[in-house]
């Protein structure tokens, strides 16, 4: 499932209009639906405006959707491979969080090594779990 299909199935699920989501989040009308069309996508702050606006967390928003079509590990990005790989690290990565960390980019840039991908995981770890 993609993003926007995923964001329009929460809403949904809850009975909720544009309207009501963008009361509790703050987020405007417009940029909801755009966000729900797939016109656009959300930055993580917004995923988590969101996920506060649904009583949910980013990883249950982000949970079942498909970034790249496909579930295997063969088209990681550089560095996760190898922190996957890794015979202490990786075992701390279940497939959930392969995924999830798979999809993250920050203005057109991803973490560049075994190091950056760890730091990154521990971070969100903290913050999500």
Known sequence: M???ERLRELRSE???RLKDVGERSGLSVPYLS????GRTNPSLDTLRVLAAAYGITVHDVL??????GQEGTGALPAGLQDLLDDPVLGTQLTPDWVRTL???ELRGRRPRDK???YALFAHLRRILD
Do not use: F, Q, S, T
């Not at 755009?34 to 069309?37: F, N």
């Not at 949970?63 to 790249?68: A, E, F, R, S």
């Open 2 to 4: 993609k993003l926007c």
């Open 14 to 16: 809850r009975n909720l």
């Open 34 to 37: 755009d966000l729900e069309r």
């Open 63 to 68: 949970h079942g959707v498909d970034w790249y």
């Open 102 to 104: 798979a999809r993250i």
């Open 115 to 117: 190091g950056d991908w």
